[in-house]
């Protein structure tokens, strides 16, 4: 059984979920953002400038870059969504990003509450993530509070260089273990400081470049997250799960609590893991190249694949 986001006979697509313009609190102007990720060869980019009414750092509307688009390459309307409620954060508000948002989204209102906004945006259409957790220090609970997102960032460039508090696996990890289904992506949440972009993307296996086929693959969880390497295989035969990819050090697969199963090595493209004494609900694949890069899988839940290999 082909496991998401190889399924399908689709193209992927490079794109980067979360960063800034000077339309909020970024550098350069949103020309510049779109010709910058275009000339590293991506096909997408979200300007996901902070949205709330705190002007010093934040815009009050969502920014329309649709005459940036081009036939090779695209923009989605998103946002940073902020609202009152998180502690471990000097303004007290929280950071959520939100890709494929109407163009007419209006910032929180006075009192909304995190889920709340959550919801709103997930009624407006959008792909809703828990941006970099580690960054401003969320708690479990905090966390428990967001599990409606569709997804949450286990990478987040900007906060790696610039405060090594980039991961959100920890958190991710807690939550799975709980059950919660949540999808993963890493970001470069670039400003357009030095060396903040090109960092971490998703590739997203989606019908057409277009905003509302990479939306709907984000939704689905077609897609995989990496700094570096790919993956360009990934399937599950009875317990044992078939891994293809680009060349790495590192192969592992994580589950519940402390279990994993690992195959280090030079130069490896390909694995076969038997996962018949995993006693897991889920399970999740990271790969590591000889420079450290990594790409993760999405989480799968066995309960999930067997319901699809039924239907």
């Given at each position: 059984?082909?496991l998401?986001p190889?399924?399908?006979a689709?193209?992927?697509?490079?794109?980067n979920?979360?960063?800034?313009?000077n339309?909020?609190?970024?550098k350069?102007?949103p020309?510049?953002?779109?010709?910058?990720?275009a000339?590293?060869?991506?096909?997408f980019t979200?300007?996901?400038?902070?949205l709330?009414?705190d002007?010093?750092?934040?815009?009050?509307t969502?920014?329309?870059?649709?005459?940036?688009?081009?036939?090779?390459?695209?923009?989605?309307?998103?946002?940073?969504l902020h609202?009152?409620?998180?502690?471990?954060?000097?303004?007290?508000i929280w950071?959520i990003?939100?890709?494929?948002?109407?163009?007419?989204?209006?910032?929180?209102?006075?009192?909304e509450?995190?889920?709340?906004?959550?919801?709103?945006?997930?009624?407006?259409?959008?792909?809703?993530?828990?941006a970099?957790p580690?960054?401003?220090?969320?708690?479990?609970?905090?966390?428990?509070?967001?599990?409606?997102a569709?997804?949450?960032?286990?990478?987040?460039?900007?906060?790696?260089?610039?405060?090594?508090?980039?991961?959100?696996?920890?958190?991710?990890?807690?939550?799975?273990?709980d059950?919660?289904?949540?999808?993963?992506?890493?970001?470069?949440?670039s400003?357009?400081?030095?060396?903040?972009?090109?960092?971490?993307?998703?590739?997203?296996?989606?019908?057409?470049?277009?905003?509302?086929?990479?939306?709907?693959a984000?939704?689905?969880?077609?897609?995989?997250?990496s700094?570096?390497?790919?993956?360009h295989?990934?399937?599950l035969?009875?317990?044992?799960?078939?891994?293809?990819?680009?060349?790495?050090?590192?192969i592992?697969?994580?589950?519940e609590?402390h279990?994993?199963?690992?195959l280090q090595?030079?130069?490896?493209?390909y694995a076969?893991?038997d996962?018949?004494?995993?006693?897991?609900?889920?399970?999740?694949v990271?790969i590591?190249?000889?420079?450290?890069r990594?790409?993760?899988?999405?989480?799968y839940?066995?309960?999930?694949l067997k319901?699809?290999?039924d239907d």
């Amino acid at each position: 059984m082909l496991l998401p986001p190889f399924d399908q006979a689709q193209p992927f697509f490079r794109g980067n979920l979360h960063g800034h313009s000077n339309h909020s609190d970024g550098k350069t102007s949103p020309e510049a953002v779109v010709e910058s990720y275009a000339q590293l060869g991506y096909d997408f980019t979200c300007l996901s400038d902070h949205l709330w009414k705190d002007t010093r750092f934040a815009a009050e509307t969502v920014l329309d870059n649709s005459s940036l688009d081009r036939q090779d390459f695209i923009t989605i309307p998103s946002a940073e969504l902020h609202c009152y409620g998180k502690a471990y954060d000097q303004d007290g508000i929280w950071h959520i990003v939100a890709n494929g948002l109407p163009l007419d989204f209006a910032q929180a209102r006075d009192g909304e509450t995190v889920d709340a906004m959550i919801k709103r945006a997930m009624d407006a259409g959008a792909y809703v993530t828990i941006a970099h957790p580690e960054w401003y220090s969320m708690t479990y609970e905090e966390a428990q509070q967001v599990t409606h997102a569709h997804g949450i960032e286990i990478y987040n460039h900007s906060c790696v260089i610039s405060s090594n508090r980039g991961s959100g696996i920890a958190i991710a990890d807690a939550l799975l273990n709980d059950g919660v289904r949540l999808s993963f992506t890493a970001t470069d949440d670039s400003h357009f400081n030095p060396f903040d972009h090109g960092g971490g993307w998703v590739m997203v296996a989606a019908e057409e470049l277009s905003a509302e086929a990479i939306v709907k693959a984000l939704k689905a969880g077609r897609h995989y997250s990496s700094t570096g390497p790919n993956f360009h295989h990934l399937s599950l035969e009875d317990n044992t799960l078939i891994i293809g990819c680009s060349a790495v050090n590192s192969i592992i697969v994580s589950a519940e609590g402390h279990l994993a199963r690992d195959l280090q090595g030079a130069n490896l493209t390909y694995a076969e893991i038997d996962l018949s004494a995993l006693k897991s609900s889920y399970f999740r694949v990271t790969i590591r190249d000889h420079a450290g890069r990594m790409a993760w899988s999405n989480p799968y839940f066995f309960d999930d694949l067997k319901e699809t290999n039924d239907d």
